[in-house]
């Protein structure tokens, strides 16, 4: 395996050409959307950014103690500062609770993989892509929901996170948090609607007026 690896790796770094055509194809692939939020590279150092991400990918997937796959995205080209630069929002909200969260005792196992516990194919649904926005709260909160979601009316279906966003009072793309959403939630009537009939807007990354929010 590590000599697989190692010679994935020297292939990227002794070959310069290949690098700057896969690179081509990147850029055919994920055009820039907005680049204000970018540092003013030029485009051999992009290459050079895409190349380390590319190599750290490749490191990963061969590794056989990994339990997930990483691939050539989006931000495949960003450095960490300009990951950082969509991520670093914080929503704090001071909420009262009249109840207690009290522990069950239950024994907690090391580890769990919910897409091996569930009758319904799909249940754990895709990635999701926030774009922009400071949001992952509603992205977290509604991915919680949809194996409940599954599980209760026997087919899977990607909610909405963009209700949560303009319908919850919270700080939209500024960030929020799960017991606002929840609250929001159980407001509305435990009532949410599918992301196909709630879907993010065409520019993504923002916040709009409420549309409809019955579920």
Not at 21 to 46: L, N, T, V
Request: neutral net charge; charged residues 25%.
């Amino acid at each position: 395996m590590l000599s697989n690896v190692k010679n994935k790796e020297e292939i990227i770094e002794n070959n310069p050409a290949l690098v700057h055509h896969i690179y081509g194809y990147f850029q055919q692939a994920y055009p820039r959307e907005d680049s204000s939020r970018m540092i003013d590279f030029k485009k051999s150092q992009r290459i050079e950014i895409f190349k380390s991400n590319l190599r750290y990918v490749i490191r990963h997937n061969e590794d056989p103690s990994t339990t997930f796959k990483l691939k050539v995205n989006k931000f495949s080209d960003w450095t960490d500062e300009e990951r950082d630069r969509i991520r670093s929002k914080l929503y704090i909200e001071s909420l009262n609770h009249d109840q207690p969260i009290e522990s069950r005792g239950d024994t907690v196992p090391p580890e769990y993989d919910w897409t091996n516990q569930t009758r319904v194919p799909g249940a754990v649904t895709p990635i999701k892509n926030q774009h922009h926005c400071g949001s992952c709260y509603a992205f977290g909160f509604v991915g919680a929901l949809e194996k409940t979601y599954a599980e209760i009316y026997k087919e899977s279906g990607p909610l909405s996170p963009q209700q949560i966003i303009d319908c919850s009072g919270q700080g939209g793309c500024d960030g929020g948090s799960f017991i606002a959403s929840f609250s929001y939630l159980t407001r509305n009537q435990y009532k949410l609607n599918l992301e196909k009939d709630y879907p993010q807007p065409p520019d993504a990354a923002q916040k709009q007026k409420c549309q409809k929010s019955d579920g």
